[in-house]
Structure formats: structure tokens, C-alpha cells
């Protein structure tokens, strides 16, 4: 009975100890970090850049936005109001002829995230470069963090990736756009 009982006591440490084990390793994977603060969204920004930095523009600058201006947090976002908007980081390139834009919104407890991925998806200008347009654009979220890029479509795909492998694939719905206008150029020869 005393040895039955042993074998019992070692199979429920050694079970105990597994699933112990398991929950540590699942915790620390993934989701390299929570997204709280504008410093956490900057963090993560300069991950997905730096992993896939032989296939992204340079010189990226990753950027703080007042959010108590209407005018910015419209001019970035595509949203109408910053009354959601508890912060707002962006990355641009510092200057070039690219067009390339990822946009990270935590937005206020109780916020509509589907109605302000929309608003983001129907209002954001894709051509507020000179002479060149964004191919396509991503608007998702995970959580209160709305994420959005939007460029060519090799880059838009490769930074999207980037931020699903952040937050362990835990996204909402993807909302997505394709740019099918394209500027025809007066040709300065006639």
C-alpha cells in the first residue's frame, strides 16, 4: 500500500511538474511583449524593422504623435475625432519618394476597434506623397491596438507578418485595401 502510494505521489509531482513546465514555455513564446505604452509600440516597431531590414526601407523614423491635435491624429490615422485615441506612434521614412506608412493606435477603454479600423480604412489618404501612392494597405488590431500599414504590397505584407509574429497571431479581423488608381504624369515632351 505505502509503495502504491509512492508511485502515486512521484507520477502527480512529475505531471504537476510538466504542465508547469508547458505553461512557462507557451508564455514565452510568441508575444515578444504587451503593447501599453507608446514606448512598448515603439519597441515593437523597431523589432519587425530590424528583423526584416534587408527588405524594408531605411532610415525609418519612428515617431511619437500629439494626439490632443485633431489635424495629426487625422492626417496619420484617417480618423475623424482623437477622442478614442489614447496614443498614436507612426514610422515614415525621414525622406524619400516612398510611400510608406505603419501607424500603431491604442485606443481608450470601450472604444468601437471595428468602426475605428473602418473610419482608418475609408478615410486615410494612400497619396499624401508627392508623386507616389501607397499599393496597398492593412488595417488590424490586436486587442485596443489598432495597427495599420500601408505602402507597396511586398512591404505592407512583410510588415503585417511582422506584426502578427509580435503578438502571437492574435489579431481581429484583417481590412485591407488595394490602390488601383494610378497618376498619369503629363508628359513634359509635347
Known sequence: MKKQT????????????????LVLVNNNSGNKG???????????????FKENENDLPNSLEITEINVSSVEEVS????LK???DVEFLVVAEPMMSSQAFSTVVVKAKDNADIESMKQEMLDNIDTRKWICV???KLYVTNNGNIIFLVMTEEDWADIVLNGF???????????????SSEKIDFPDSAN
Open 164 to 178: 502578427k509574429k509580435y503578438v502571437n497571431n492574435d489579431i481581429g479581423k484583417v481590412l485591407e485595401k488595394n
Open 81 to 83: 475625432s482623437n477622442s
Open 75 to 78: 492626417a496619420f490615422t484617417g
Open 6 to 21: 509512492l508511485i502515486i505521489s512521484i507520477v502527480s509531482v512529475l505531471i504537476i511538474s510538466l504542465i508547469v513546465i
Open 133 to 135: 501612392s501607397a499599393d
Open 34 to 48: 504587451s503593447i501599453e505604452t507608446s514606448r512598448d509600440a515603439k519597441s515593437m516597431l523597431k523589432s519587425i
